[in-house]
């Protein structure tokens, strides 16, 4: 889920400035694919004056696999022996 969600955010951020930057310098989808390609047609990462667009995408998501009985419960131990069944006064 977190994956999809960072995934996501990167397109939307990607084509945000993208198009703002389109509208900015005038230019046409063709510009901007030759702006931002290599030779191989692979998308180099945004730039612009030595700052580069940060992809969310690229976070590592760990998940706690490992910890099972590990999290500690804010419950005592005996909690579970402690509780007693109430009856209801309307019958």
Same mark, same amino acid.
């Given at each position: ?11 939307? =951020?990607?084509w945000? =400035?993208?198009?703002? $930057? ?7 989808w ?10 191989? &047609? %692979?998308?180099?990462p945004?730039?612009?004056? &030595? ?7 690229? =976070?590592? @998501?760990? %998940?706690?696999?490992? %910890? &099972?009985?590990t999290i500690?419960?804010? $419950?005592p131990?005996n909690?579970?022996?402690?509780? %007693?069944? =109430?009856?209801?006064? @309307?019958?």
């Amino acid at each position: 889920m977190c994956k999809t969600t960072l995934k996501s955010l990167d397109r939307f =951020v990607w084509w945000r =400035v993208t198009s703002w $930057w389109m509208t900015r310098h005038h230019w046409s989808w063709k510009d901007l694919r030759r702006r931002f390609t290599d030779h191989d &047609g %692979r998308w180099k990462p945004l730039t612009a004056n &030595g700052a580069e667009l940060f992809a969310p995408q690229s =976070v590592a @998501v760990t %998940r706690y696999r490992d %910890r &099972g009985n590990t999290i500690p419960t804010p $419950w005592p131990a005996n909690h579970a022996s402690t509780a %007693r069944t =109430v009856e209801s006064p @309307v019958r």
